[in-house]
C-alpha cells in the first residue's frame, strides 16, 4: 500500500456536498488542477493551467474527507480533467479505504490511463465535445479519436456512465448534431444529456433549437436535457 504522502493529486477546488455529481450518492468533489484542452465554453477556466501545484494539498483533502465519513457516501474527481493526474489510481485506492465509492468526469483525453482508472472508480461521466472528426473546433486542438477509444473503453466496461454534451450554438448545426448522434449510436450509445450552454458576455443560456433537439430525440434511444 503506497503512504498517504507519497500520493499527489493538484487540487484546485472543492464542493463539500453535492446530489448531483454522483448519481444515487451524497458526495464531495474534488477539483483536479490542469486541462490540455481549451473548450471555448469552458466554465472553470481558472483550472486550466497545469502548474505545479493546485490550491490544496492531497493529504490535506485526505484528512478532511476522513471527518466526513458517514456523512458522504462518495467522492467525484472532476476538473480541469482528472487523468492528468497521473497517481489518481492511488489516490482512487485510498478514498476506496477510507470507505468512499469514487467518481470520474472526464472529457476522455487520455484513454489509456481512463482504461487503468475504470476498474477502480463505481462510476464515470464523460463529456462528448462534437463530432469525433471535428474535436479540434471546439477543444482547441483536442484529438476526437481519443475520446472516442475512451467512449468503447467505457461501454465495453459496462461501468455505470453518463454521456452528456453541451451544445454550443457557435458550433452545432443540424447536420453536426445529426453527424455526431449517429456516431454515438454506432458505437452503442443509447442516452445522451444535453447541457446548454451559457453565453459568458450575458450570463443567459442558450437555448437548445426545436431542429436540434428533434434530430438527437430522432437518433439516440434517450435524450435528456440539463439546465
Known amino acids: 500500500m503506497i503512504a498517504v504522502n507519497d500520493v499527489t493529486v493538484n487540487v ?15 458526495a464531495a468533489v474534488v477539483f ?18 497545469t502548474g505545479e501545484g493546485g490550491r490544496y494539498l492531497w ?6 474527507l476522513k471527518t466526513r465519513q458517514g456523512l458522504l457516501e462518495g467522492v467525484v474527481f472532476s476538473g480541469g ?13 485510498q478514498l476506496h479505504r477510507q470507505g468512499f465509492e469514487v467518481a470520474l468526469h472526464t472529457s ?17 461521466g464523460l463529456d462528448i465535445k462534437a463530432p469525433f472528426d471535428e474535436y479540434r473546433e471546439i477543444t482547441g486542438g483536442g484529438n476526437g479519436k481519443r475520446a472516442c477509444e475512451s467512449l468503447r473503453l467505457i461501454l465495453e466496461s459496462g ?26 449510436a454506432e458505437l452503442g450509445a ?12 450575458s450570463r443567459r443560456n442558450q437555448l437548445v433549437s426545436k431542429e436540434i433537439a428533434a434530430c438527437l430525440e430522432n437518433i439516440l434511444p434517450a435524450v435528456t436535457y440539463r439546465s
Open 12 to 26: 484546485g477546488g472543492i464542493t463539500p456536498f453535492t446530489t448531483i455529481d454522483f448519481p444515487g450518492r451524497l
Open 108 to 124: 476522455g483525453v487520455y484513454p489509456e490511463r481512463l482504461a487503468k482508472v475504470l476498474p477502480l472508480i463505481e462510476w464515470v
Open 190 to 201: 443509447s442516452h445522451l444529456v444535453i447541457q446548454v450552454c451559457r453565453d459568458e458576455a
Open 32 to 49: 483536479c488542477q490542469g486541462c490540455p484542452w481549451r473548450c471555448r465554453y469552458c466554465h472553470n477556466r481558472h483550472l486550466l493551467p
Open 81 to 93: 480533467e482528472p487523468l492528468l493526474q497521473k497517481q489518481l489510481p492511488e489516490a482512487a485506492d
Open 159 to 184: 461501468k455505470p456512465h453518463e454521456l452528456r454534451c453541451t451544445l454550443d450554438p457557435r458550433f452545432f448545426t443540424v447536420d453536426r448534431a445529426e453527424k455526431m448522434a449517429k456516431q454515438l
Open 59 to 64: 493529504q490535506d483533502v485526505l484528512a478532511w
